[in-house]
């Protein structure tokens, strides 16, 4: 008895350590999903989808000039731990969002803390790679970060388009479209 005590207690303690490798995330955004095509204007038929994240994990590529950190946001937890063998984890991402019908958003940032690229994918397995674009000094896409914990990168992500002053003259997005918060462990 005191055997399955002790592997009880082990499994028990071991859990809140497994949950620590994934982080957290918060806000509320908007993807676009298409769900067919309109032959008749030969363009594709998309719909708006709500995205509220709750999960973060960040991870880092390369070294030197071509180091890359990546932040993922999900709203189901994800096989991160099955990811981290994958050469390909882009692809591991996306048939992820396909087989579990799972959104996530995806940004990496290059050397210098400077968004690089922007995915998005909306729960159909089928990633949108968004455009960066800047209007009147404000970037389509801001990742703030928070300090400088070399164990936890936490901080914002917002988005939208466009750029209209707000009412103190500040720069702000005519269409706000994300908002999202993380605090993820570093790997």
Known sequence: M????????????SAPLAAQEIGTA???GTMTRQT???DNTKEPVVEQVS???????AYTEGTGAGRFQWIVLTEKEPPIKSWEGVKDRDEARRRWCEKEK?????VKLDAQGAVDLYFLCPANGQVNTEMLSTWNGLDSVVVSL????PKR???TLRGGEGSCPDENG???YCAPQDDYTFDAPRR
């Open 102 to 106: 799972a959104s996530f958003v995806a």
């Open 36 to 38: 067919g095509w309109n």
């Open 146 to 149: 928070d300090g400088k914990d």
């Open 2 to 13: 005191s055997r399955s005590f002790a592997f009880l207690t082990l499994c028990l303690l």
């Open 170 to 172: 500040k720069q702000a």
């Open 26 to 28: 918060g806000g509320h």
């Open 51 to 57: 995205f509220s994240p709750r999960f973060s994990y």
């Open 153 to 155: 990168i936490k901080g």
